[in-house]
């Protein structure tokens, strides 16, 4: 007569070798290997690595000359970490001990947010900094006088009917939002491409499990 | 962690993590790792039991959602959830139990989807509808259909293998 599984889970586990408990040694300082934890050291290196790096820039565009850039570089950054780390507070209110539901669909939601509202974040980052690239360059001293002004000195020169808007030839006003253009296009897409390529199959797994227990509840 | 703590709350409750992760696992290796892990979250979480449950249901629903949302990396270096690719041919020979039945059935519930593993565990730790609806956050009166559907499953894995 075939056995019930109940009847060999039953029996399986009252032999000896069962329910061998295993050695654990200094848990505490363990690393963990846990997905929520790996996405908090994440956050938290990249915070530190943007904030030593736009530090650092500071210093080094006043140096070289730049320091507008320095200083948007600085400021956008520094907006960029403050929100990230609200974000990365969030994370660590998330309660394991509720049920699998509330909990993948907490984790989840917290996903959600932090793609979308890093997506935004990319669209306005790149051009900002493209742009203060520009505006350092523009303003950076030329022997007396701004580089950006020099350079359009030298392009009358050489194009003396080049059309002017503000003091700026037209073909660069356009280069320049088109690149911008670009830049916003695209900076939210890389963003999440990126994030996907690392996580994607993470994500994908979290909405199959959702979406299991889902069924489930209607 | 204080080993008091570990002695005290965590390894009365042992066997219900074993279980599990057993079932979540396809080599010692990774079976350790998942053990560790749970011991660890739960400890990280012990301040936010509010007695609304028994602590052994709370560390049921700790050890669970560790289990589900595990990332190990693979040999390709890719990195996903273990759970999801294993198979019975994968598992390891020094990874099984004496009782060979209870090796099959393991294997069986491998083969499970995740939320599968977790209902059929639970159900088999006789846990109530109620109780196993409450860990998984979902509606108790599905809970006996699916149970039934895997059941059938189950059965259907093991066809003939145990007498």
Known sequence: MERSIENIWKEGFLKSDALVVPKINDLYNQKSIHIIDKFKRMFKINLIAIVAFSFAFLVVSFFVGIPITGIIFFVTLSVLVIINKSLLNDLEKLDMGVSSYQYLKAFNQWIKKQIAINKKISRFLYPIIFMSMILGFWFKDAEGMPLGERLVGEILYGFPDIYLVFGIPLIGIVVVVFILALLASFGGRIYKWDLNLIYGRVFKKLEELITDIESLRS | ?163
């Open chain 2, 1 to 163: 962690m204080s080993s008091d703590f570990y002695k005290t709350s965590i390894l009365p409750f042992a066997g219900i993590i074993i279980k599990l992760c057993r079932a979540y696992t396809n080599s010692q290796q990774d079976f350790e790792d998942y053990y560790q892990e749970v011991c660890l979250q739960i400890w990280r979480s012990k301040a936010n039991f509010r007695e609304e449950s028994q602590w052994s249901t709370w560390v049921y629903r700790i050890s669970l959602n560790v289990c589900l949302t595990l990332l190990k990396k693979k040999k390709n270096n890719v990195q996903h959830f273990v759970s999801d690719s294993i198979t019975v041919e994968e598992t390891e020979d020094n990874y099984a139990f004496s009782d060979e039945s209870l090796n099959l059935l393991y294997d069986a519930i491998r083969k499970l989807s995740e939320i599968d593993r977790a209902i059929i565990m639970l159900y088999l730790e006789e846990k109530s509808q109620k109780e196993i609806a409450e860990i998984i956050g979902t509606n108790p009166n599905n809970i006996g259909v699916r149970v039934k559907r895997i059941k059938i499953r189950l059965k259907k894995i093991l066809d003939g293998k145990i007498n």
